[in-house]
């Protein structure tokens, strides 16, 4: 584990979180007793663009029934239900920390879906997994906090089968400029390690790894902040609840990590990059 991993661990740790996820549904109408994965994507994709991002993501792996996808860090396991239960992949997740790890566990079986997901406790720069266990892989969201983009692309090419596909969503650099903390994944700049999409690329290509696609997502996330800003301004007018979405899942401070994170996307600073990259 790197110095820096338990303190990023600790920033994602919320006390309760799967009771809140289940009591945030529940005021919506969800019957919680009966689960679907589908009743979660509001909350359980936990990164800019939700599931659609998660959709638009996978339709560029192309998987079938049975192809073992590993998603590096799976959080709560959105992404992975979503997987298994549109394609009938196998999903196995890794994530940092063991709570997202436990109630990704969670609400897998309360959603039917325990026995084509599968979550561990790890880090991505250093996987329990042996060489060449994967068909696939993905990550949503997650660089930001690996300090070291050549190792995360070194597990990635061990673990994976040579041909095969590792799909990238991540929060990047496109230009200088001071960010703001905190932000969504980060407290502070000890724990944020923001790249370029050329680094991302070279550590790639360095792995073994060829590009195969990229998209820069900035335009998409910036619809998408502005529409929960919308969702929410309604539902306040109406004096309602606001509708469940990623803020649940990142604590009392959400406003401010997404004011944040707006403000960094809309100064053209940051934005999220797909990109689909092929081993060998």
């Not at 239960?85 to 940092?96: F, K, M």
């Not at 995360?152 to 673990?159: K, N, T």
């Not at 070279?202 to 335009?219: H, K, L, N, Q, Y």
């Not at 109406?238 to 990142?250: D, I, Q, R």
Request: charged share 20%; aromatic share 6%.
């Amino acid at each position: 584990m790197t110095a820096v991993e338990p303190g990023i661990a600790r920033h994602y740790d919320i006390s309760g979180l799967e009771q809140r996820i289940l009591a945030a549904l529940a005021d919506t109408g969800v019957d919680v007793d009966h689960l679907r994965a589908s009743d979660l994507e509001t909350v359980d994709e936990f990164h800019i663009g939700g599931i659609a991002a998660t959709r638009e993501l996978l339709d560029q792996i192309g998987l079938i029934p049975g192809l073992r996808l590993l998603d590096i860090g799976s959080g709560v396991g959105g992404p992975a239900r979503f997987a298994a239960n549109n394609s009938g992949a196998d999903v196995t997740g890794i994530d940092l920390t063991q709570s997202y790890v436990d109630i990704a566990t969670s609400l897998s079986k309360r959603t039917g879906l325990a026995d084509r997901t599968h979550f561990v406790q790890g880090s991505a720069l250093d996987m329990p997994f042996a060489d060449s266990s994967f068909d696939a892989a993905m990550i949503l969201h997650v660089g930001m906090n690996l300090p070291d983009k050549r190792k995360l692309m070194s597990e990635a090419a061990r673990v994976l089968r040579p041909g095969c596909v590792f799909a990238v969503y991540d929060v990047m650099r496109l230009k200088d400029g001071a960010l703001t903390f905190p932000l969504p994944w980060a407290s502070d700049e000890t724990m944020s390690f923001v790249a370029t999409p050329d680094d991302y690329r070279s550590a790639a290509t360095a792995a073994g790894f060829s590009v195969t696609a990229e998209r820069p997502r900035g335009a998409f996330a910036i619809e998408f902040f502005a529409a929960m800003r919308t969702r929410m301004a309604a539902a306040q007018a109406e004096g309602k609840k606001p509708p469940p979405g990623v803020g649940l899942v990142m604590g009392e401070d959400a406003r401010t990590k997404i004011a944040n994170l707006t403000a960094a996307l809309e100064g053209g600073i940051l934005a999220p990059v797909e990109l689909i990259l092929r081993l060998g």
